[in-house]
Antibody, heavy 118, light 110 residues
Framework: QLQLQESGPGLVKPSETLSLTCTVS??????????WGWIRQPPGKGLEWIGS???????YYNPSLKSRLTMSVDTSKNQFSLRLTSVIAADTAVYYC??????????WGQGALVTVSS | QSALTQPASVSGSPGQSITISCTGT?????????VSWYQQHPGKAPKLMIY???NRPSGVSNRFSGSKSGNTASLTISGLQAEDEADYYC??????????FGGGTKLTVL
């Protein structure tokens, strides 16, 4: 079964860029079975879908984040990544990566807390 | 896009059944069979409990079941157990090729 693990800085300054990577094991990121997605959860709040990517070909972004968001896939490392520019305090959250099939998230990473603060 | 609407909290006694609703629109819940439900214990990642409205992943107890009528999906948990106490979130695919979550429901087992 798939295993996913987020990695990246835990602290980002306001106005800078948040970058996270998700490493996939137990399967190929090039698989046509899965999309790959990011979800975030601000402290004490609910889940928010950030975006999904398919085989480096198609990307789907939350409209509220689209202008600041880029997702990509690195097939050589079996990883996919998230870049969110011009971050503010409201971007502080636990960021999860997950595999996506037919609109549902079946395997999740453990989550990575990213704090936006100077 | 607007979040799907869930009750903030529900409660039940051990052995009872509870139902959590998830209301969307004709552009998301009402339009597709791609509604899913997640269980999240404090400090843990969400866990998929129901997908495609009614399907349970392997390993999920058959005490969990899903349904949909019109723009509202529902998660029913029968034979409540203490371990079911958690936050529950619904999610749906939308007509704009995006995904949306509900605001979450806190389940308390009395």
């Amino acid at each position: 079964q798939l295993q996913l693990q987020e990695s990246g800085p835990g602290l980002v300054k306001p106005s800078e860029t948040l970058s996270l990577t998700c490493t996939v094991s137990g399967g190929s990121i090039s698989s046509t079975t899965y999309y790959w997605g990011w979800i975030r959860q601000p402290p004490g709040k609910g889940l928010e879908w950030i975006g999904s990517i398919y085989y480096s070909v198609n990307t789907y972004y939350n409209p509220s984040l689209k202008s600041r968001l880029t997702m990509s896939v690195d097939t050589s490392k079996n990883q996919f990544s998230l870049r969110l520019t011009s971050v503010i305090a409201a971007d502080t959250a636990v960021y999860y990566c997950a595999s996506v099939r037919r609109g549902h998230f079946d395997y999740w990473g453990q989550g990575a807390l990213v704090t936006v603060s100077s | 896009q607007s979040a799907l609407t869930q009750p903030a909290s529900v409660s039940g006694s051990p052995g009872q059944s509870i139902t959590i609703s998830c209301t969307g629109t004709s552009s998301d819940v009402g339009a597709y069979k791609y509604v899913s439900w997640y269980q999240q214990h404090p400090g843990k990642a969400p866990k998929l409990m129901i997908y495609d409205v009614t399907n349970r992943p392997s390993g999920v107890s058959n005490r969990f079941s899903g349904s949909k009528s019109g723009n509202t999906a529902s998660l029913t948990i029968s034979g409540l157990q203490a371990e079911d106490e958690a936050d529950y979130y619904c999610s749906s695919y939308t007509s704009t090729n995006t995904l949306v979550f509900g605001g979450g429901t806190k389940l308390t087992v009395l």
